[in-house]
């Protein structure tokens, strides 16, 4: 190895530390909402506010290596080159430097710090148009540095123009490329074929809005690098699953599975899908918005990774115990310095792997033999049909509630099931799927009016769980803000429960956490929920706490759950705590005076 991923991110930062920068380090995975993007694409997303002009805290001149995400990239998985996480080696100016210092330093990193070779390195600039004019500037500056004049390369928007797709209101502009021969000691290489792109320099001056551009007052500098490329590149490498940050989890793949990484084919993809599957599912849970499996939003996207990475343990045979040791490689050996919140959060990361894989695990089996049927019955109709007409178009369709069943009784995330579609020649009615989903929802919701009306008399088991959750929550609430706290109502759905209590202020987002985790370590020790009923005196000495004590007659019923909560309450509850699933705040807000409400969730 001429230079492993600690060195090369030590590398970065020094040398732009170096040049007055200031290391802000790597922020959350999750978009922060403001652009409408789940995830962060880019490293300089986190910092759109500054990059239109916000004064940032950390001064001028920052850098970081930022985790990013880009999960259109999921089908390509499993080649030599593609992630779901991968991280940017970033730096910016905001209205400091510009194009003059800018190419100095990317010129002066490539050459004297990481020793490319000057005559090998091709550059692109933006041609121009209506919106900005022909880089001929950053050019100039390029050959003033060294660059071969015949190595600078003009081309149009769709090239060398960065902005983030689909946003309104964002910073971007014109951008210098950078690219170096895949083979350096090749032989006349020729660009672009014979090329890689290690990074680029983006100029931004401009804001975009609706289909024009506006000049920004600070023209800033965005430089992304990206991190994992850039060590495969650097290690003359053309398998990223080569470089450091995967040896040690492939060399742990082929001792589990007894397989051979070098054997290639479906076993080799196999593989770094389990490598690259894994390390997002550790950086999202991870994460310091922590994220988890769940049925929607970046949750779902979480879930269909892991799944997915389940699913490939099965294909090579292997128990999904795998998932956990790579995990822990990820955590212990090779982001643990980067990333030392992962160290922290292991035994969590670890546990939350470990509880999908049980959950899908169960079902992953009897979901696939189900979907071997249904393959099955399609092509037994297609051949019954050959027979009477010989001239019949097979059907290579499977039907929207097939696939609607695969997912809603055996997990199985919609893009599993098109997967596995796809590897038979086969595709997915996406429509008929969605609409098989809403009538399901309405079905739901029919239901549910009815037991509204009834209220929990005619108790479904949602509502039986989200009736337990209310009394964990409640205790949660006078263990973690104050033994003063009260219910001062609830209601509750198949889908949520809202509470409300008395507290005269805000949650801060890190009591909200604090409460959630109580709520889920008092689910996770799978509590018993014991009924007794005891005079109203009796109750009160032994500390039951009621809500609307005027209710209550001589005689009263309680619940108490371990010794963590003890309530004087009607009932119905589930037995034991194990069974609620992932308890989730979703909002916290004012309901009147002095009364807090809280939305929360069960999640699977
Ligand atoms: N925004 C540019 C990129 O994503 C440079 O950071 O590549």
Same mark, same amino acid.
């Given at each position: 190895?001429?230079?492993?991923?600690?060195?090369?991110?030590?590398?970065? !930062? #020094?040398?732009? +530390?170096?040049?007055?920068? *200031?290391?802000? =380090?790597?922020? %959350?995975?999750?978009? @922060?909402?403001? /652009?409408?993007?789940?995830?962060?694409?880019?490293?300089?997303?986190?910092?759109?506010?500054?990059?239109?002009?916000?004064?940032?805290?950390?001064?001028?001149?920052?850098?970081?290596?930022?985790?990013?995400?880009?999960?259109?990239?999921?089908?390509?998985?499993?080649?030599?080159?593609?992630?779901?996480?991968?991280?940017?080696?970033?730096?910016?100016?905001?209205?400091?430097?510009?194009?003059?210092?800018?190419?100095?330093?990317?010129?002066?990193?490539?050459?004297?710090?990481?020793? !490319? #070779?000057?005559? +090998?390195?091709?550059?692109? *600039?933006?041609? =121009?148009?209506? %919106?900005?004019?022909? @880089?001929?500037? /950053?050019?100039?500056?390029?050959?003033?540095?060294?660059?071969?004049?015949?190595?600078?390369?003009?081309?149009?928007?769709?090239?060398?123009?960065?902005?983030?797709?689909?946003?309104?209101?964002?910073?971007?502009?014109?951008?210098?490329?950078?690219?170096?021969?895949?083979?350096?000691?090749?032989?006349?290489?020729?660009?672009?074929?014979?090329?890689?792109?290690?990074?680029?320099?983006?100029?931004?001056?401009?804001?975009?809005?609706?289909?024009?551009?506006?000049?920004?007052?600070?023209?800033?500098?965005?430089?992304?690098?990206?991190?994992?490329?850039?060590?495969?590149?650097?290690?003359?490498?053309?398998?990223?699953?080569?470089?450091?940050?995967?040896?040690?989890?492939?060399?742990?793949?082929?001792?589990?599975?007894?397989?051979?990484?070098?054997?290639?084919?479906?076993?080799?993809?196999?593989?770094?899908?389990?490598?690259?599957?894994?390390?997002?599912?550790?950086?999202?849970?991870?994460?310091?918005?922590?994220?988890?499996?769940?049925?929607?939003?970046?949750?779902?996207?979480?879930?269909?990774?892991?799944?997915?990475?389940?699913?490939?343990?099965?294909?090579?045979?292997?128990?999904?115990?795998?998932?956990?040791?790579?995990?822990?490689?990820?955590?212990?050996?090779?982001?643990?310095?980067?990333?030392?919140?992962?160290?922290?959060?292991?035994?969590?990361?670890?546990?939350?792997?470990?509880?999908?894989?049980?959950?899908?695990?169960?079902?992953?089996?009897?979901?696939?033999?189900?979907?071997?049927?249904?393959?099955?019955?399609?092509?037994?109709?297609?051949?019954?049909?050959?027979?009477?007409?010989?001239?019949?178009?097979?059907?290579?369709?499977?039907?929207?509630?097939?696939?609607?069943?695969?997912?809603?009784?055996?997990?199985?995330?919609?893009?599993?099931?098109?997967?596995?579609?796809?590897?038979?020649?086969?595709?997915?009615?996406?429509?008929?799927?969605?609409?098989?989903?809403?009538?399901?929802?309405?079905?739901?919701?029919?239901?549910?009016?009815?037991?509204?009306?009834?209220?929990?008399?005619?108790?479904?088991?949602?509502?039986?769980?989200?009736?337990?959750?209310?009394?964990?929550?409640?205790?949660?609430?006078?263990?973690?803000?104050?033994?003063?706290?009260?219910?001062?109502?609830?209601?509750?759905?198949?889908?949520?429960?809202?509470?409300?209590?008395?507290?005269?202020?805000?949650?801060?987002?890190?009591?909200?956490?604090?409460?959630?985790?109580?709520?889920?370590?008092?689910?996770?020790?799978?509590?018993?929920?014991?009924?007794?009923?005891?005079?109203?005196?009796?109750?009160?000495?032994?500390?039951?706490?009621?809500?609307?004590?005027?209710?209550?007659?001589?005689?009263?019923?309680?619940?108490?759950?371990?010794?963590?909560?003890?309530?004087?309450?009607?009932?119905?509850?589930?037995?034991?705590?194990?069974?609620?699933?992932?308890?989730?705040?979703?909002?916290?807000?004012?309901?009147?005076?002095?009364?807090?409400?809280?939305?929360?969730?069960?999640?699977?």
């Amino acid at each position: 190895m001429k230079i492993t991923g600690k060195e090369l991110r030590q590398k970065w !930062l #020094d040398f732009y +530390k170096s040049k007055g920068h *200031v290391d802000i =380090g790597a922020v %959350s995975l999750v978009g @922060d909402g403001s /652009t409408g993007v789940m995830f962060n694409v880019a490293g300089m997303q986190p910092l759109m506010p500054y990059l239109l002009g916000a004064p940032h805290p950390a001064g001028k001149r920052l850098c970081n290596v930022q985790g990013c995400m880009r999960t259109v990239d999921i089908d390509s998985v499993g080649d030599a080159s593609h992630f779901t996480f991968f991280e940017m080696m970033g730096n910016w100016s905001l209205g400091d430097y510009f194009k003059k210092e800018k190419t100095a330093w990317t010129f002066e990193i490539l050459t004297k710090v990481f020793g !490319l #070779d000057k005559d +090998k390195l091709c550059a692109t *600039v933006f041609e =121009g148009n209506e %919106s900005a004019p022909r @880089d001929e500037e /950053t050019a100039g500056l390029l050959i003033g540095l060294g660059i071969l004049p015949e190595h600078i390369y003009y081309l149009p928007k769709e090239d060398n123009w960065w902005e983030l797709e689909g946003t309104e209101g964002t910073p971007c502009g014109p951008d210098n490329e950078w690219f170096y021969p895949l083979d350096p000691d090749g032989k006349d290489p020729v660009f672009p074929d014979d090329y890689v792109e290690i990074g680029n320099d983006v100029y931004m001056q401009y804001k975009k809005l609706g289909t024009g551009y506006v000049p920004l007052e600070n023209k800033n500098v965005d430089t992304g690098f990206g991190f994992d490329r850039m060590l495969l590149f650097l290690n003359g490498l053309h398998d990223a699953y080569q470089t450091d940050l995967f040896t040690a989890v492939i060399a742990e793949i082929e001792r589990e599975t007894g397989k051979k990484y070098d054997d290639g084919g479906e076993v080799r993809r196999a593989m770094r899908i389990i490598a690259d599957h894994t390390r997002t599912t550790v950086m999202l849970i991870g994460d310091p918005t922590g994220v988890l499996p769940s049925n929607t939003g970046a949750g779902y996207i979480l879930r269909r990774i892991m799944r997915r990475a389940i699913r490939y343990c099965r294909q090579l045979d292997v128990s999904t115990e795998l998932l956990l040791h790579v995990a822990k490689i990820y955590i212990e050996q090779v982001y643990d310095e980067a990333y030392p919140l992962l160290r922290q959060k292991e035994d969590f990361i670890l546990d939350e792997i470990k509880k999908e894989a049980e959950r899908f695990e169960t079902t992953l089996v009897t979901g696939m033999k189900e979907f071997e049927k249904c393959v099955a019955g399609l092509e037994r109709k297609n051949e019954f049909m050959k027979k009477s007409d010989p001239g019949h178009v097979p059907e290579t369709v499977i039907g929207g509630k097939a696939a609607f069943r695969l997912y809603d009784t055996y997990g199985f995330p919609l893009e599993l099931t098109e997967e596995l579609a796809a590897e038979r020649g086969l595709t997915v009615d996406k429509g008929g799927f969605e609409e098989a989903f809403k009538e399901h929802q309405e079905k739901s919701r029919v239901i549910q009016k009815g037991e509204a009306k009834g209220g929990l008399e005619s108790h479904s088991e949602m509502a039986v769980k989200y009736h337990t959750a209310t009394h964990l929550l409640n205790a949660a609430l006078k263990t973690v803000l104050s033994p003063d706290c009260n219910q001062k109502g609830s209601n509750i759905t198949d889908e949520r429960m809202r509470f409300d209590f008395n507290f005269d202020r805000a949650m801060t987002p890190e009591e909200i956490r604090a409460v959630e985790d109580l709520v889920n370590e008092k689910i996770r020790e799978d509590l018993p929920v014991i009924y007794k009923e005891m005079s109203l005196e009796e109750a009160r000495k032994e500390h039951f706490v009621g809500v609307f004590d005027s209710k209550y007659g001589e005689v009263v019923k309680t619940y108490s759950i371990g010794e963590f909560s003890k309530e004087m309450c009607g009932g119905p509850h589930v037995g034991h705590t194990g069974v609620l699933g992932h308890f989730k705040i979703q909002k916290e807000q004012s309901s009147s005076a002095g009364v807090r409400r809280i939305k929360a969730v069960l999640e699977p």
